[in-house]
């Protein structure tokens, strides 16, 4: 700012200024702007409110769709969840009648070869019974369960 004096009596002239910045946004322009909107057309300020209601109305049939979408997919994940503890579960449980009735069979087999005169034939009898049924233990757990293949989606 130049300071000129175009008389001997004059005082230099300051001015001050203020500027303010305002952040706006949203999906509806600024009220000043819609004002000036209707001084172009007086509909285009309810057009552009209409056209901002329905891009809300479309964000949210989109967020509804992926709603819907991540549900059906959380179903079906838990439907091949429940599958596979239902087969999992029948296979463990015929595997443990399996092998009660293997030690069953092997202990009277033993007693009966004992309560007939042959000790020694029972001892190996439980003893060979106990070893295989053993063997057949540690093979599954080293070898670890199967999971069943999923359902077929649909």
């Known amino acids: 700012m ?12 300051t001015a001050n200024f203020q500027i303010q910045q305002v ?6 322009p600024h009220p000043d702007i819609l004002a000036g909107f209707q001084k172009i057309d007086t509909e285009l300020p309810m057009k552009v ?17 992926r709603i819907e979408a991540d549900k ?8 091949i969840a429940e599958y596979i ?15 009660f009735l293997l030690v069953a069979m092997v202990l009277s087999f033993a007693i009966l070869a004992a309560f007939n005169g042959y000790e020694n034939l029972g001892i190996a009898i439980v ?10 233990a540690i ?3 080293i070898g670890g369960k199967k999971t069943p ?3 077929p989606s649909h």
Not at 54 to 65: C, K, N, T, W, Y
Not at 72 to 79: G, N, P, T, V, Y
């Open 72 to 79: 059906k997919d959380l179903e079906r994940e838990a439907a």
């Open 2 to 13: 130049s300071n000129k004096s175009t008389g001997s009596n004059s005082k230099p002239q």
């Open 139 to 141: 093979k599954g757990f």
């Open 23 to 28: 952040s706006y946004s949203g999906l509806i």
């Open 85 to 99: 503890v239902k087969k999992t579960t029948s296979y463990d449980f015929r595997g443990q009648i399996l092998v």
């Open 49 to 65: 409110v209409e056209m901002a209601r329905l891009s809300l109305d479309r964000a949210h049939e989109i967020q509804l769709a």
């Open 149 to 151: 293949k999923p359902p």
């Open 127 to 136: 003893s060979g019974g106990f070893v295989v049924i053993a063997t057949s």
